[in-house]
């Protein structure tokens, strides 16, 4: 399958300050990327959707001006987390996609602790 | 009422026998359907995505979809430790690609 490469892995970061995580497909042009977030023993909620060269569509309850995506490019969406607190610790997965009707692929997720 | 439901376990086999884990869904009008394996720590794997219904069967996988029930499961023969792992179900949305995941069940297989 398609690789999709996320980075980083993991981060630690103090409360009120701004972590960037990066979303790459490296074999294929992501028409489309999403971005998820998994607490500890729970199933991944969807926060976003991103189209490339289009503002992201959040889902309810998920703060945009929180959560800033940026897809510039059809090989790279990022996910800002802004003024970060203990709560935003969790593990934020994102996938990409060539197309709506396509597979869409995994990043290794990034490991968020905010202290 | 959850998009996805499975029951969340968690399940044990012995070796070598068959896992069963079931899923259903609340969207009638769902078309695509997909298996994940996650481990601990990491990102989920695909393992089975099926489409129509019917027994689709891939070496020790099998996924079965039944629309009208709004069912799906997946079989896993001769179980393996290796198989122990916790195992979402995603139904595809109606807005483009994005998936809605159930809670997973966990699968412990006993050597």
């Known amino acids: ?115 | 009422q959850k998009e996805v439901e499975q029951n969340s376990g968690p399940l044990s086999v012995p070796e070598g026998a068959i896992a069963s884990l079931n899923c259903t869904y609340s969207d009638r009008v769902s078309q695509s359907f997909f298996w994940y394996r996650q481990y601990s720590g990491k990102s989920p794997e695909l393992i089975m995505s099926i489409y129509s219904n019917g027994d689709k069967e891939d070496g020790r996988f099998t996924a079965q979809l039944n629309k009208a029930s709004q069912y799906v499961s997946l079989l896993i023969r001769d179980s393996q430790p290796s198989d122990s792992a916790t195992y979402l179900c995603a139904v595809k949305g109606r807005r483009g690609n994005n998936l809605f995941f159930g809670t997973g069940t966990r699968l412990t297989v006993i050597p």
Request: aromatic letters at 10%.
């Open chain 1, 1 to 115: 399958g398609a690789v999709v490469s996320q980075h980083p892995s993991w981060v630690i970061c103090k409360s009120g300050t701004s972590v960037k995580i990066e979303c790459r497909s490296l074999d294929f042009q992501a028409t489309t990327m999403f971005w998820y977030r998994q607490f500890p023993k729970q199933s991944l909620m969807l926060m976003a959707t991103s189209n490339e060269g289009s503002k992201a569509t959040y889902e309810q309850g998920v703060e945009k001006d929180k959560f800033l995506i940026n897809h510039a490019s059809l090989t790279l969406s990022t996910l800002t987390v802004t003024s970060a607190h203990p709560e935003d610790s969790s593990f934020y997965i994102c996938s990409a996609s060539e197309g709506p009707n396509t597979e869409a692929f995994f990043g290794q997720g990034t490991r968020l602790t905010v202290v």
